[in-house]
């Protein structure tokens, strides 16, 4: 996150101060011999369990429960070890999420915990944002999504090139001038090939898309810091868990192919369980902060939307509490709020006067147009857009954005711009 787009809590938060030391040489990277890495934080089950080193488990799939080693739950062997640039393996990345959970254990505690003020210090909600925005990036089911994306963002990206004969063959001749048009033909059946089976790809999918997730995080740390927060206490029963940490509920999303994010639409509410006593509540700005009792009922409704949202495992301090949550869950399948589908959002630069994409999504109900604020700028631009998976595949919408480049900017296709947004970031930024 660039220094300039801080604002006071992430520039005063402990966390942030030692990155940046780090980040100057003034102080030692993190490192880890760590093997198996969590993508729950272990700070976080902790909190779900009297017992301090074991859990409830509860397999959402088959309605098993099982008594966990917290040591091993919501983990994986190697989950973040990646080949450095001398091909050698470490385990940086597990590194650098320790130092966040080392920082952020005790903002939490004291935003769990009232002390002498209601309030949170920003520095504190600063450390916790970026905790969040980390806990929803770092999961297996995300990682494999970003790799899906970057494959299809690629596709999207060389096939608007490749697939039209005339473009592809006034670029390969740029490299080899005395090539045939037998040959050219045979290198761009070639090249498309490679690209719909996947042959072209970053060397390591994984470690792209957690660099992805990182910065992505860096992002939404910022949206969930401007947002509404509220520390809700169970006054009866008790929050339970899961392998994904989080949930998301959106009544209202913005567009027919909106999956669920932290600014989805207004109406947004990303509930992220605390402890067995405690769930963090965030809904869409302005910046405040509260606390709140809460029911059974609300309990209840918390809990089936962590259990929809879980990959395979949802945890808690009982076992009994684990099996009344599946009973409920099959008696209430209405209030089991699950993720919705991530579909990658292609943004290409509006043409005066050239409606065709507009009228094509006018027609099936969806808005024309979308508008995104600019990186630089901030300013809403409007956008045309295509939709991976409604609108095509990624090569089906490559040929088209060739086709556009060729109406709209006279046969360059480096003149028409694309970019490949997924479904959280677009989301949160369409207007």
Known sequence: MPLADLNKGFCYSELFLELRLMASGELPKPTTEAIRHHYVPQLLLRRFSPRRERIWQLDAGNGRTDDQRIDRAASKRRLYEFKDEDGEPNADTEAWLALVERHAAPALRRMESPGPTL?????????????????????????????KFSA???????????????????????EYPDATPAEIEKAQVEALAMLREGRIRPEDPTQDAMYHALMLSGESSQVIFESRWTVLHAERGEFVTSDVGLAMHDPEPKFPWSGQGWLSSPAVQVTIPLSSKACLLVTPGPADFSRAPVDSKTVDMINLRTFGWADRFVFGSSESELKRLARLAAERPHDVVRPRPMQQVILVDAEPGDTSLADEHRKRGWPPQVQVNDECTGLPIVHDYMVVGEDGEPLEIAAKTTALSKRRAGSNPGKLRIKAVPRDVSDERAA
Not at 154 to 167: H, I, K, P, R
Request: aromatic share 18%.
């Open 119 to 147: 309030g949170l210090a920003d520095w504190d909600r600063a450390t916790i944002a970026f905790f969040l925005a980390l806990l929803r990036g770092r999961t297996p089911t995300m990682l494999s999504n970003l790799e």
């Open 152 to 174: 299809q963002a690629l596709q999207v990206y060389f096939g608007s090139f490749w697939s039209d004969a005339d473009t592809f063959a006034e670029r390969w001749r740029e």
